[in-house]
Nanobody, 123 residues
């Protein structure tokens, strides 16, 4: 089975930066694509960004484009999300997820999920 563990969340002021990490273990074929999702209180979980593990191709949600950067370190088996110019509306629990498909943005296309890490941006 695949295990995903997020870290790096915390409390920051608006305009600040934060970097999230997600360490993966298990079968490589189960993480052809890695993604970040987030869920704010009272809202549905939404897509943030995705990256092809092998090729490095990326897709971003319009709400974070130009501010967030998704990347991965293959040697460390780790996924990252660099978040800059944070806004209060970025406050949410952030989840990393793995998919056997190529560059997906729908929750139903992801098979494995981490436990989430809290990001809080104060105004």
């Amino acid at each position: 089975q695949v295990q995903l563990v997020e870290s790096g969340g915390g409390l920051v002021q608006a305009g600040g930066s934060l970097r999230l990490s997600c360490t993966a273990s298990g079968r490589t074929f189960t993480k052809n694509t890695l993604g970040w999702f987030r869920q704010a209180p009272g809202k549905e979980r939404e897509f943030v960004a995705t990256i092809s593990w092998n090729y490095g191709s990326t897709i971003y949600a319009d709400s974070v484009k130009g501010r967030f950067t998704i990347s991965r370190d293959i040697a460390k088996n780790t996924l990252y999300l660099q978040m800059n110019t944070l806004k209060p509306e970025d406050t949410a629990v952030y989840y990393c997820a793995a998919s056997a498909m190529y560059l997906r943005r729908r929750l139903r296309d992801y098979d494995y999920w981490g436990q989430g890490t809290q990001v809080t941006v104060s105004s």
